[in-house]
């Protein structure tokens, strides 16, 4: 049974930095690709970045490239999400998962999701 828990979120003002945490319990762990998505209130998930099984590889959205870097302890079984420079669109619940293939960016690609942190930045 895997399971993904996030910490890391909170309250932030505009051009701060956060960096959210995901732990991972199972077998296995460097069998899956991992991903970070979010969601804002009123509007669906989004991907946000994902990272490949050996961490060698990374993607993100648009909206974050630049800003935000993944990436992965194998050997500690987490995956982390460092946010710099953010803004008040931000804002939104994070949520760390879990699939088989790599670098992909659809909810519907992975199997696992933690219960999401939230991250708030004030303008």
């Known amino acids: 049974q895997v399971h993904l828990v996030e910490s890391g979120g909170g309250l932030v003002q505009a051009g701060g930095s956060l960096k959210l945490s995901c732990t991972y319990s199972?077998?296995?762990?460097?069998?899956?690709?991992m991903a970070w998505f979010r969601q804002a209130p009123g509007k669906e998930r989004e991907f946000a970045a994902a990272i490949s099984r050996d961490g060698a590889s990374t993607d993100y959205a648009e909206s974050v490239k630049g800003r935000f870097t993944i990436s992965r302890d194998n050997d500690k079984n987490t995956v982390s999400l460092q946010m710099n420079s953010l803004k008040p669109e931000d804002t939104a619940v994070y949520f760390c998962?879990?699939?088989?293939?790599?670098?992909?960016?659809?909810?519907?690609?992975?199997?696992?999701w933690g219960q999401g942190t939230q991250v708030t930045v004030s303008s």
């Open positions: 199972g077998l296995t762990f460097k069998s899956y690709a």
């Open positions: 998962a879990a699939g088989m293939k790599n670098l992909r960016i659809g909810v519907r690609d992975y199997v696992y």
